[in-house]
């Protein structure tokens, strides 16, 4: 599958868990065919509960409802959840549950967000069924129709037929039934450009190609917002070649309640000769800031995807691009405001931190190495 720009979509921006969890259940609510889930995570929980009970009724009412979760980032998920919705007449699958025989792949995991409803209407962004996106955790997400839509489908359908993936009603590790309704690829619904890329760790790299082409030519801005930043060589040197040449370079990263703090450690490593460089660098201050969006002048990009290694190495991840002025326009109004609410590093800030700040570098940039090499 080879990612192609498509005319005639229609994008649109949900931010924060008030906007688009809302809109993600009245559009469950309204399918009457189909329904296609490819989370990473789904807990038990106030969210969780809504959640099953609305693919329940989606069933009762004759729906195809086809959930694939990650067997790793839905480890919590308690059996008799999975129990209750194969009972409802979910159809569901775990991607590449544990085993011995399976061990040394365990580590590639299926990171993608994704929600189709009747091959029409599609969803991604960095959400999961947890209730932290709907207490504590700030989220966005985009709405897709048009002809993208097919492409996501598509994608589903891979990984739904992959034999890493498990049913969990049987145990079996074969081909699912893939059948599936697609909107008609020349169907349009708007005048937005946009496509579907994806990546695979180190077999396919899409995502990772992409963003360095954007940001070796962007001429006047490039704003990156990612919660775990632990970028590749090649990215490192590209943000600071685009600060020299006189472009807006910002990152806007996680600073409290971070769930995975040495990741945050490991990347802090790189700020001094950003910084040096005039890469501009912003902790959002309120919550922990798990959204994952760019913005290359006029090119957006949302979806599942980080700037660490675990996402670029390992993982199967995919993001909605963007390719049109007026939603650019709208995803800089929301930068700036999250701008707003940031504490901004200064080089000289951050050349007086404590030896201890200094040694946590260190120390998790090892860790970080070493992770590295697993490949």
Not at 64 to 82: E, F, H, M, N, T
Not at 95 to 117: A, E, M, P, Q
Not at 159 to 167: A, G, I, L, N
Not at 204 to 218: E, K
Request: net charge positive.
């Amino acid at each position: 599958m080879r990612e192609q720009w498509h005319d005639g979509n229609h994008f649109s921006l949900l931010p924060t868990a008030d906007c688009f969890v809302p809109a993600l259940f009245e559009a469950i609510d309204q399918a009457k065919e189909s329904i296609l889930i490819e989370l990473y995570i789904v807990e038990d929980g106030e969210m969780g509960e809504r959640f099953f009970a609305a693919l329940a009724r989606a069933v009762a009412r004759g729906v195809d409802v086809r959930l694939l979760i990650d067997a790793c980032g839905s480890w919590s998920l308690s059996d008799d959840s999975k129990q209750r919705l194969v009972d409802s007449g979910v159809s569901l699958r775990e991607f590449n549950v544990l085993t011995l025989r399976h061990l040394g792949r365990f580590i590639s995991r299926d990171h993608r967000k994704l929600i189709v409803i009747d091959g029409h209407t599609a969803f991604t962004g960095g959400f999961g069924v947890n209730d932290q996106f709907l207490r504590s955790w700030f989220e966005v997400a985009v709405r897709i129709t048009g002809p993208c839509v097919d492409d996501w489908v598509k994608l589903f359908n891979r990984v739904w037929r992959s034999r890493k993936t498990q049913d969990f009603a049987t145990g079996a590790r074969r081909k699912g039934n893939a059948t599936a309704i697609l909107p008609n690829p020349t169907h349009s619904e708007g005048h937005m450009v946009g496509r579907v890329v994806w990546g695979q760790g180190y077999r396919y790299q899409a995502i990772r190609r992409s963003l360095q082409h954007q940001v070796g030519t962007a001429r006047e801005r490039i704003w990156i917002c990612t919660p775990y930043f632990v970028p590749t060589r090649t990215l490192r040197r590209q943000l600071r070649r685009a600060a020299r040449r006189g472009v807006d370079v910002r990152l806007l990263l996680a600073a409290r309640d971070h769930d995975h703090p040495s990741v945050r450690y490991a990347g802090q490593r790189f700020f001094t000769r950003l910084l040096r460089s005039n890469v501009r660098i912003f902790e959002f201050q309120p919550r922990f800031i798990h959204a994952k969006f760019s913005l290359c002048d006029g090119w957006s990009s949302i979806g599942s995807c980080n700037f660490d290694h675990w996402s670029l190495q390992w993982n199967l991840e995919a993001n909605q691009e963007i390719d049109d002025p007026e939603f650019a326009t709208e995803l800089g109004r929301l930068f700036e405001h999250c701008f707003d609410q940031c504490h901004e590093i200064s080089a000289a800030r951050w050349a007086s931190r404590s030896r201890r700040q200094r040694l946590r570098e260190w120390g998790y940039g090892v860790m970080d190495a070493l992770i590295t090499r697993l490949r």
